[in-house]
């Protein structure tokens, strides 16, 4: 089993930058795939972006040149700075990784962008 914890999150205005971080516990060195979704009101859980072990990220076009995913699986974390935020950033974000026995999801955090 990898539990994973988010963190970060909160009320930022628009055109400002937040950082939600996500670190993952139990079997964390098993883990291949491990990045973020999120989730507006309303709508259907959605990709932000996912990284792999060599590095390489994908994202969302929405959020492709804003949004930063690194990881670091040293301590099975993975950050995602968000900056030039917008109104339709506002959602619940969930860490989400994979390995070998299935995909594991965070709790979830809030990010809200508005004035």
């Known amino acids: 089993q990898v539990q994973l914890v988010e963190s970060g999150g909160g009320l930022v205005e628009p055109g400002g930058s937040l950082r939600v971080s996500c670190a993952a516990s139990?079997?964390?060195?098993?883990?291949?795939?491990m990045g973020w979704y999120r989730q507006a009101p309303g709508k259907q859980r959605e990709l932000v972006g996912v990284?792999?072990?060599?590095?390489?990220?994908n994202y969302a076009p929405s959020v492709s040149g804003r949004f930063t995913i690194s990881r670091d699986d040293y301590h099975h974390t993975v950050p995602l700075p968000m900056n030039s935020l917008r109104p339709e950033d506002t959602a619940t974000y969930y860490c989400?990784?994979?390995?070998?026995?299935?995909?594991?999801w965070g709790q979830g955090t809030q990010v809200t962008v508005s004035f």
């Open positions: 990284t792999v072990p060599d590095g390489t990220a």
């Open positions: 989400v990784a994979g390995n070998g026995s299935g995909r594991y």
């Open positions: 139990g079997r964390a060195s098993s883990i291949y795939g």
